[in-house]
């Protein structure tokens, strides 16, 4: 098997563009999102979904109390009311060690690559949806008018060919990494090291941990804020963990009343 590759997002140098966003459309094929104007944000894509495979999110972050001669208020000084900044972040399959998309799904539609990604053979896909609900981001989703699931590749082909995804090719300012997945973790240790260093001690890692509930993400991020602010589980569990135990559970049933059936009829041999 290859050597494991993946995703490191470094979201303190997001810029918004959606340069990601146009490029994994345009290499992928992903049809557009209809254009929806959502009137409760500058983000006009709003999700990841069946026809958004990378999705960068805005998120408003409210300025903080400040003391006045006046009393307490909020605004940052110099800024917008209400207003202290922005968050960007590019969001995109995570391609978790443990996937509940593949224990689930019934066709071998879902498999893992030879680079450790998760992809969706849409040839194969018989539209169940199964996989949708197993997600623990939320993250694959079935397309409207088709029926089948859709998900970021991490383009797949591309790196049959040598070539990096087509996102981290687009992103003017290396915020989305590509490459061995030991190394961008070692990467991403050292940039929230030198971070902290420059005062910005809220910069985390998410997803990087491998003894997380999902065995550690294959996509996985610099973060400036709590994961709830950018719409991300907390803590997320691979959601088939309790199918083994369940599978044990039902297999001790179905011998015990096997045994009782047998046990009925040879007694009831024994009367006669």
């Not at 340069?19 to 104007?37: H, L, Q």
């Not at 960007?88 to 224990?103: F, R, Y």
């Not at 071998?108 to 199964?130: K, M, P, W």
Request: proline share 6%; aromatic share 8%.
């Amino acid at each position: 098997m290859a050597e494991r590759m993946g995703f490191f997002t470094d979201t303190s140098v997001c810029i918004g563009c959606k340069a990601c966003e146009v490029a994994c459309k345009e290499w992928n094929d992903v049809p557009d999102d209809g254009f929806v104007f959502r009137a409760t944000s500058y983000d006009n894509t709003g999700g990841l979904g069946a026809s958004t495979w990378r999705h960068v999110a805005f998120i408003e972050q409210p300025s903080r109390v400040r003391e006045t001669q006046e009393g307490r208020k909020p605004g940052a000084a110099g800024g917008e009311e209400g207003l202290e900044g922005w968050l960007m972040a590019s969001d995109v399959c995570k391609h978790c060690t443990h996937a509940a998309c593949l224990d689930v799904c019934p066709t071998g539609a879902l498999f893992r690559t030879e680079f450790g990604s998760v992809v969706v053979q849409a040839d194969v896909c018989n539209g169940c949806g199964y996989c949708v609900p197993a997600c623990p981001y939320g993250v694959i989703e079935r397309r409207e008018r088709d029926g089948r699931a859709f998900k970021c590749t991490l383009c797949y082909d591309r790196q049959l060919g040598g070539l990096e995804p087509a996102c981290a090719k687009a992103c003017p300012t290396d915020s989305i990494q590509f490459g061995p997945l030991e190394e961008l973790r070692d990467r991403a240790r050292e940039r929230v090291e030198r971070l902290h260093d420059e005062g910005r001690t809220e910069a985390r890692l998410y997803g990087a941990d491998p003894g997380d509930g999902v065995g550690g993400d294959g996509a996985f991020f610099l973060l400036l804020d709590e994961p709830e602010v950018y719409g991300l589980p907390p803590d997320p569990v691979v959601t088939t963990r309790d199918l083994p135990a369940m599978w044990r559970w039902a297999g001790g049933a179905a011998l015990s009343l096997a045994g009782a059936v047998a046990l009925s009829f040879l007694g009831a041999g024994r009367r006669r």
